[in-house]
Every structure is written in C-alpha cells, then in structure tokens.
C-alpha cells in the first residue's frame, strides 16, 4: 500500500494526467482508511474547480472587470 506523500503526489499528478487504473485503486484503497489523505483530495478537487472558474471569467461581479 501507498503512503501519504506518494497518494498527495498522485493527487497532484491526477491534474495534469489520468492516473492508471492500478494507481486510481490504490488511492481509493489509501483514502477509505486515511481521512488526512482524503481531506487533502477534496481540497484538490476545490482548488480545481475555483481554479477553472476564475480562469473562465467567473469571478467577475456585475459585469465589471478588475482589470
């Protein structure tokens, strides 16, 4: 089984690329049993998705740009 720093790094990794089908079990396996591991993917996933938001213009407010 994977350790914490090796299942952050596959997180991390999970955002540039598809993880292998070997890898997305392992971290399944890792974060049924570790809540740090599993906080730490729900952080990733909200960081992604603000991220993605921020970048489509949806942090602008009644149509005025902070340009």
Do not use: P, W
């Amino acid at each position: 089984m994977l350790n914490c720093r090796e299942i952050t790094t596959l997180y991390s990794e999970s955002m540039e690329r598809k993880l292998t089908l070997a890898e997305q079990i392992s971290v399944r396996m890792h974060v049924m049993m570790c809540s740090g591991c599993r906080n730490f993917g729900k952080q990733m996933q909200t960081l992604r998705h603000v991220a993605r938001a921020y970048a489509k213009g949806e942090h602008e407010q009644d149509g005025e740009s902070s340009d």
